[in-house]
């Protein structure tokens, strides 16, 4: 293979062919490496540098330019990860992608830690990832792996070795080119100007990303699940748009219960096979309520569950791709914070009551979200009776360090109906459900926020 040189997917796949077919008519065996994936020939120094001799002599006759094609420059702008543990390695990289990228380039100094959260942030950061093969060929090969399994970003591998079968193990894990070192800024602008036709053909229109709306519980028995679950039907209804109600009051999430639905699959079905969640599969996990809303149900059975950031944060970004607005019942779980939940794009409801446990736990919650880059924060006092307050009104603002934003009145009849029938309290005019449609409301008029995308590997 000549030092300036590529290889595209669909060369990748005729050369594999080709050598399968010549194997074959000459009786040589194959085997599978258990150890590194490889897939190499019995006697695989005899045959690699013949095969590699004719790659490149199939590689020269191709046209390689010396000036930057025109035709990238009418290309869309592309966003571009490169991911090296090798300085020199990763600076020829960028350097070459400087002669001809115009979008923005990132650089990593190592490759990610873990293989599971890894693709999230790709994928939704970067519209190509070129990966250095060298530094760890076996490791970087499982990264190429996880991010075509997991998403739409273009992988592109460079190395420094002229290796076929290096070449045909990429091709198989996802890769897209195969770059070898050193860079010809030609080639590379010829590679990425493929990368973006492939990306304005598998996205010729990109949905804007819904909102997150989190209910939070200050205390147990707050009453998080009642508000949620009403605010996403009246959600539903004000908006006319695609909503989701997501229940991740887990083990023992009663959402479903309380609107009457009766749900087939439960969120554990997510947790369970993550890794391959998609639109599809998301969709087949629903049920959809009266009023037009969507509700991933916690499980109707008390089962163990393994949740994971990872798990929470491919849900949730799944969901936002296909819904406008995706409500969660997060009940009080803080040691979710360093997920997506607590992305500074989506809105907390913060539900507290008039107690002084109830006050103590928000004012340290307030505390918490109100750092910079946390979330949007909004207070709900919930069962609200300013006839009877026990806690003086400037006390209770005191507590939360500002005046509470929303104050839901209490009206036990309308919520015990709800509960004995299952029936969402939007059904009936009362004060607790013009309260709760006020919220939603307010919601319908704000404008959609871009979520912060400065995240990295930790």
């Given at each position: 293979m ?17 050598r ?7 009786g040589?065996?194959?085997?599978n490496d ?14 690699a540098?013949?095969?590699a001799?004719?790659m490149a ?12 094609d ?13 991911i090296?543990p090798?300085?020199?390695?990763r600076?020829a990289a ?8 115009t ?12 293989l599971?959260?890894?693709?999230r ?12 093969l060298d ?7 499982e990264?190429?792996k996880s991010?075509?399994?997991n ?7 460079y190395?420094?070795?002229v290796?076929?079968?290096l ?5 198989r ?8 070192l ?8 010829e590679?990425?100007?493929?990368a973006?036709?492939?990306r ?7 949905k ?15 009453g ?11 959600l ?11 229940d991740?009051?887990?083990p ?10 009766k ?6 079905n ?15 996990l ?7 809303l969507?509700?991933?149900a ?7 569950t ?14 936002l ?11 009080s779980?803080l040691n ?6 607590f ?8 539900v507290?009551?008039?107690?002084l446990?109830e006050l103590?736990?928000?004012n ?13 924060l ?7 009776d300013?006839?009877?307050l ?6 209770i ?42 919220m ?10 871009k979520?912060n995308?400065?995240?990295a590997?930790?």
């Open positions: 000549g030092e300036n040189s590529s290889v595209s997917q669909e060369g990748f796949e005729k050369m594999a062919t080709e399968d077919s010549q194997m074959r008519q000459s040589e065996g194959v085997r258990v150890e590194t994936g490889a897939h190499t020939s019995v006697n695989g120094a005899e045959t540098a013949p095969m001799q004719e002599s199939r590689l020269t006759k191709a046209r390689v330019m010396e000036v930057v025109p035709a990238f420059h009418r290309a869309r702008v592309l966003s571009v990860a490169v090296s090798d300085e020199k390695r600076g960028l350097h070459a992608l400087g002669k001809c990228q979008g923005p380039i990132q650089e990593f100094v190592s490759y990610p830690p873990d599971d959260d890894a693709p942030i790709i994928n939704r950061d970067f519209d190509v990832v070129l990966v250095d530094s760890d060929p076996k490791y970087a090969l990264l190429v991010i075509c399994i998403g739409l970003a273009t992988v592109m591998v190395s420094a070795q290796d076929s079968d070449l045909l193990i990429s091709m894990a996802g890769a897209r080119e195969f770059l070898v050193p860079f010809n800024p030609g080639v590379m602008a590679a990425l100007a493929r973006s036709a492939l304005s053909a598998s996205r010729p229109t990109k804007e990303e819904g909102r997150l709306l989190v209910f939070l519980s200050a205390k147990g028995g707050s998080v699940t009642t508000l949620a679950c009403n605010f996403a039907v009246s539903a209804q004000e908006s006319r748009k695609k909503t989701l109600l997501i991740l009051n887990l023992l999430g009663c959402a479903a219960i309380n609107l009457g639905i749900a087939e699959h439960s969120i554990v997510v947790f369970q096979d993550f890794k391959r969640l998609d639109s599809s599969f998301l969709s087949s629903l049920e959809e309520h009266a009023s037009g969507s509700v991933l916690a499980p109707s059975e008390l089962a163990p393994q949740v994971s950031e990872a798990a929470i944060d491919t849900l949730l970004e799944v969901a791709q296909n819904f406008d607005y995706v409500v969660v019942d997060a009940s779980k979710l914070q360093h997920t997506l939940l992305d500074e794009s989506s809105t907390i409801y913060l507290t009551q008039v107690g446990a103590r736990n928000s340290r919650l307030i505390s918490l979200l109100s750092t910079a880059g946390s979330p949007k909004e207070i709900v006092i919930n069962r609200y300013p006839l009877n026990e806690i003086a009104e400037e006390h603002t005191k507590a939360l360090t500002r005046p509470a934003e929303w104050k839901i009145p209490n009206d036990y009849a309308a919520v015990r109906r709800m509960q004995s029938t299952a029936t969402s309290l939007m059904e009936d005019d009362s004060e607790i459900s013009r309260a709760i449609r006020q939603a409301k307010a919601v319908c008029r704000q404008r959609f926020r979520r995308s400065g995240s590997f930790r």
